[in-house]
């Protein structure tokens, strides 16, 4: 791609120009998020197939619906909502995961789990390579329900505000905010069966 | 008196720092006594920075040429 020229002009331009179906200022649009776009999607989906089809389903369909954008909010923004609804509509196609809905009124109550109380070292991660690291992160991710899992995702990880999040997945903002709650403390939960200090160890059988 | 739900219900926003200063020296003064609490606040704002601190991985070559190729095609047959 011959992308060098436009990649200091702002985000603004370039979708005024994509807009006018201008394909060098579009392409260079996705080369600024394709990145983040496929790391989402691999977090919401957990596969990396069908975070592919999602990165060009998000792709095409920003292009498609270039004109819709209203330019009220970030570009980023539109399209991370464009991505996590593709996301979902994988996950709600199969089977194990039959009812994922953006709209749908899941449980926020505050009646949180917090089973396992035990201290960590200051940098417990240290212990495990990076691979392992890896392992136990995305795996503590996937065990989130999707809807969770996309708001941590979103907020701990793509650093979006309470604001954008709750824009890019259509929620209110105290339901971004219970439901970022909720993973954070679930995650806690998962990963201090890893990261605990050692000594401390009255949960050694899980 | 803050019970420790209180303290639960307002963790994420501790950790991130979206409070004012009289409910923070609450909930601070609550982590002073409770140790439970203050195992839970430290171990989640581990938990957060790990995640954060997360390599950023490239995209891979072999995805990226397929999403150009996929909008390349796109973009022609818009055009016509």
Request: proline share 2%; hydrophobic share 40%.
């Amino acid at each position: 791609m011959a992308v060098s020229s436009l990649a200091g002009i702002d985000e603004f331009q370039l979708v005024e120009q994509a807009r006018k179906r201008d394909a060098t200022a579009f392409n260079e649009l996705v080369r600024r998020y394709e990145g983040k776009i496929f790391r989402l999607a691999q977090h919401v989906t957990q596969n990396r197939e069908d975070a592919e089809d999602v990165l060009q389903e998000t792709f095409l369909k920003a292009y498609e619906h270039l004109d819709q954008f209203k330019g009220d909010s970030k570009f980023y923004t539109w399209i991370v909502r464009i991505a996590v609804n593709q996301a979902l509509m994988k996950l709600r196609r199969r089977k194990t995961d039959k009812s994922v809905s953006l709209d749908e009124t899941i449980d926020t109550g505050e009646d949180t789990v917090t089973r396992e109380v035990a201290a960590w070292d200051e940098n417990p991660e240290q212990r495990f390579s990076r691979e392992e690291l890896g392992g136990i992160l995305d795996s503590a991710i996937e065990g989130l329900e999707p809807l969770y899992r996309s708001v941590f995702v979103l907020r701990d990880i793509e650093e979006l505000s309470t604001e954008e999040t709750a824009e890019a997945l259509g929620l209110s903002i105290p339901a971004v905010k219970s439901r970022l709650l909720r993973a954070r403390l679930q995650l806690r939960e998962k990963l201090t069966r890893f990261f605990k200090r050692k000594g401390d160890d009255a949960f050694a059988y899980m | 008196m803050l019970t420790c739900k209180d303290f639960l219900h307002e963790l994420s926003e501790y950790l991130d720092e979206t409070i004012d200063a009289e409910l923070r020296a609450k909930l601070e003064r609550h982590i002073t006594e409770c140790p439970n609490c203050w195992v839970i606040a430290d171990t989640t704002r581990k938990t957060i920075k790990i995640y954060k601190g997360m390599e950023q991985c490239q995209i891979p070559a072999d995805v990226e040429s397929r999403l150009m190729k996929a909008l390349e095609k796109k973009i022609a047959a818009k055009s016509h």
